[in-house]
């Protein structure tokens, strides 16, 4: 084995060198392999299918152009997401716009820009959509968000489908539903092709998403006696992904046809005319695809633990803190040595929660050696915070033996941008 790691073909001491630390690494094949992979698996005779790319997992220019470049769409919650998303190239008919409490500016912007499909959350948001359409000249396609109240096994933070959810109206508000489409159909401009629900993250069990697609398709049912039709299912995202051992993710060619196959069954069980299938993968396009490099700072002894510092932390990635969330990592610059001690991985923030690993087996390190956490491409660089004015690291991409800076470290002088202060700053 080689003492020093190489990803995509890149040495990580050569990257550590060229764009210092903390740098987030994402593997450009790997990235390209699960969108081929989604592309390939997710598509049947019986339905049109489409897959949407949450970009809430990991968002800049450069990810989204690959994305588009492999015939991904995308989906969107916030102006800035949808900026990105238009600045790299995404016409807007790729686009579908979310989010539980999207604002009038955003709204606007979205439909000055043409943004072609909306998931609607609530009633309120549907008559400002009927108002802001009446001045408009184009068809907006509006699919509405359900709680399907399905309880996923994941942790209770990242599950968007419990009674009480924020999101979506819930499945038994049926009123509610009826209510909503009709103020929808009061617009010549707005068409309403069918319905949305998203069950939680980082899902294991195809067991979950069956369950989602019985409950959608009796609802779609319900509907129909009702004399409301639709075309379209967007059945979200949320499929689970390899941080650690424990986990066993379900392969995308086996929850792809799994989800079609019953989506199939449903239709003919119901009748329904459901025309197109929708997905909304986020973190298993982007989160095996991306790693981050750190450097070991200080290394301290307390009476029951080891501690390794590394140059980055909550920061970079709160999912620890935030989840519980698990990672695996290796000192990668001498993978050529035993894993003989067990240390807790912590990171420089003022802040006790700042840990990255509790407890992991590492080979021995010292100051200036390199950690390289696995498993980081998703909901870590979308979730950079600036806690402790900490600059937002670099993202690069690499593949057969090249690295490329997608996203540039923040800088002192961007970090103080936004102050406002009566003299100029030194
Ligand atoms: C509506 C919606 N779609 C898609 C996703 C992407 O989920 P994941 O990254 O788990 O695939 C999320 C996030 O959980 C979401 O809220
Ligand atoms: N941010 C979460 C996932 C939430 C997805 C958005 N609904 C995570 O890091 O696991």
Do not use: W
């Not at 003492?3 to 094949?29: F, Q, S």
């Not at 450069?62 to 769409?73: A, F, P, T, Y």
């Amino acid at each position: 084995m080689d003492a020093v790691l190489k990803i995509g073909g890149v040495p990580v001491t050569e990257l550590k060198e060229r764009y210092g630390t903390p740098l987030y690494v994402y593997d450009e094949e790997k990235l390209l392999h699960q969108c081929r992979q989604y592309s390939q698996y997710f598509s049947c005779d019986a339905f049109d299918t489409e897959v949407l790319y949450a970009s809430k997992a990991f968002s800049c220019i450069e990810m989204l152009r690959l994305v588009k470049n492999q015939g991904l769409s995308v989906d969107v919650v916030s102006m800035g997401e949808l900026f990105t998303a238009l600045k790299a190239g995404i016409s807007p008919d790729r686009i579908y716009f979310h989010g539980n409490n999207k604002t009038l500016e955003e709204i606007q912007y979205a439909l000055d820009n043409h943004v072609q499909t909306f998931i609607v959350d609530n009633l309120q948001e549907a008559y400002l959509l009927v108002e802001e359409m009446k001045t408009r000249d184009y068809v907006l396609h509006v699919l509405l968000r359900i709680n399907p109240c399905i309880e996923a096994h994941t942790h209770a933070y990242i599950q968007t489908a419990n009674i009480d959810s924020k999101f979506g109206i819930h499945l038994e508000s049926i009123s509610q539903i009826v209510d909503l489409i009709q103020t929808l159909k009061q617009s010549n401009h707005i068409v309403f092709d069918g319905f949305h629900a998203h069950i939680g993250s980082q899902i294991f069990e195809k067991e979950a998403f069956v369950k989602e697609i019985e409950t959608m398709f009796s609802l779609i049912d319900t509907m129909q006696k009702k004399g409301i039709l639709c075309n379209t299912l967007n059945l979200g995202g949320g499929f689970a992904v390899h941080y650690t051992n424990e986990d066993q993710p379900i392969p995308i060619s086996v929850f792809s046809s799994v989800i079609l196959e019953t989506c199939q069954k449903m239709q003919e069980l119901y009748h329904t005319n459901i025309q197109k299938i929708l997905i909304e993968p986020g973190r298993s396009i982007v989160a095996e695809a991306g790693s981050t490099l750190y450097t070991v700072g200080f290394i301290k002894k307390t009476p029951h633990k080891k501690y390794v510092f590394v140059d980055g932390g909550m920061s970079d990635n709160i999912r620890p803190s935030l989840y519980q969330a698990k990672y695996e990592a290796d000192i990668v610059n001498h993978m050529d040595q035993k894993k003989t001690e067990i240390v807790c991985v912590a990171g420089k923030c003022c802040e006790s929660g700042d840990i990255l690993i509790d407890s992991i087996a590492l080979s021995p390190c010292d100051s200036g050696d390199l950690l390289m956490v696995y498993s980081t491409g998703a909901y870590g660089f979308s979730m950079f915070n600036n806690y402790n004015r900490n600059l937002r690291p670099a993202v690069v991409f690499v593949k057969e033996g090249n690295s490329r800076l997608v996203v540039k470290r923040e800088t002192l002088q961007e970090l103080v941008r936004g102050d406002v202060c009566d003299e100029d700053p030194v």
